[in-house]
């Protein structure tokens, strides 16, 4: 069973940085796209970031570029969100999804294994 499990979220002050970690666990990641998503209170969930399996592609939602930044270190089967420069606009709930899809259009509807997600708040 592929197994993701989130971490590294909290709150933090307008401006400040945090990095979330997606470890999986039951299954190489390799072979997976890696999605970041979010979701904040009555609305719906969308896409932050992907990366794919090779992590030579990355796409970033248009509110994050320039400010987040997605990796993975395969050897240690570990995708990381580096959020910098964060505004209160970004608190929600992220979380982390594996599938083997494309990142160019990445949706929530094509990933079939989530983590538990990891709430960020960003408030002074």
């Known amino acids: 069973q592929l197994q993701l499990v989130e971490s590294g979220g909290g709150l933090v002050q307008p401006g400040g940085s945090l990095r979330l970690s997606c470890a999986a666990s039951?299954?190489?990641?390799?072979?997976?796209?890696i999605g970041w998503f979010r979701q904040a209170p009555g609305k719906e969930r969308e896409g932050v970031s992907c990366i794919s399996s090779s992590g030579g592609s990355t796409n970033y939602a248009d509110s994050v570029k320039g400010r987040f930044t997605i990796s993975r270190d395969n050897a240690k089967n570990t995708v990381y969100l580096q959020m910098n420069s964060l505004k209160p606009e970004d608190t929600a709930v992220y979380y982390c999804?594996?599938?083997?899809?494309?990142?160019?259009?990445?949706?929530?509807?094509?990933?079939?294994?989530w983590g538990q997600g990891t709430q960020v708040t960003v408030s002074s």
């Open positions: 039951g299954f190489t990641l390799d072979y997976y796209a």
């Open positions: 999804a594996a599938d083997q899809v494309l990142c160019s259009d990445y949706d929530p509807t094509d990933f079939g294994s």
